[in-house]
C-alpha cells in the first residue's frame, strides 16, 4: 500500500501517514492518465496512428471494467462502499470548505478540496 499524509499541525516538521492506496489502484490511475493522453495525441495525428488510438481505447475499456470489478472486489479504501456518494453530503462539503468551516475527516485527496 502507498503512504498519505494526513492533515497536522502546521508547527509541526513531521507529518504521520496513513495507508489509504493500494498499488492495483495506483497502478490503474497512472495507466488510465497516459491512455488518456496516447488517445489524445494518437487523435490528433490521425492517419496510421487510428489502429494505436482504438488499441488505446480499448485499453482504456479494459481499465475501467478493472476498476469497476476493483470497487466491489478490492481493499478496503478502493471500495465503492467507501465512497460518501449522498448528494447532501456532497453539498455539505463544498459549502464547509467554501466558508472555511471544513475539518478534515478524510485521508484521501478530494477534488473540491483547495
Not at 50 to 74: E, I, K, Q
Request: charged share 15%; proline share 4%; hydrophobic share 45%.
Amino acid at each position: 500500500m502507498y503512504l498519505c499524509p494526513m492533515q497536522t499541525d502546521s508547527s509541526t516538521d513531521h507529518t504521520p501517514s496513513v495507508r489509504v492506496w493500494d498499488l492495483p489502484t495506483r497502478l490503474f490511475h497512472w495507466f488510465l492518465v497516459i491512455c488518456v493522453v496516447a488517445l489524445v495525441v494518437t487523435g490528433n495525428m490521425g492517419g496510421d496512428m487510428m489502429v494505436w488510438h482504438a488499441r488505446f481505447g480499448f485499453a482504456v475499456l479494459a481499465l475501467v471494467l478493472f476498476r469497476l470489478g476493483w470497487g466491489f472486489w478490492g481493499g478496503h479504501w478502493s471500495r465503492f462502499k467507501q465512497f460518501d456518494l449522498h448528494p447532501k453530503s456532497a453539498l455539505t462539503y463544498v459549502r464547509e470548505i467554501q466558508k472555511g468551516s471544513h475539518q478534515s475527516r478524510f485521508t484521501e485527496h478530494h477534488f473540491s478540496r483547495p
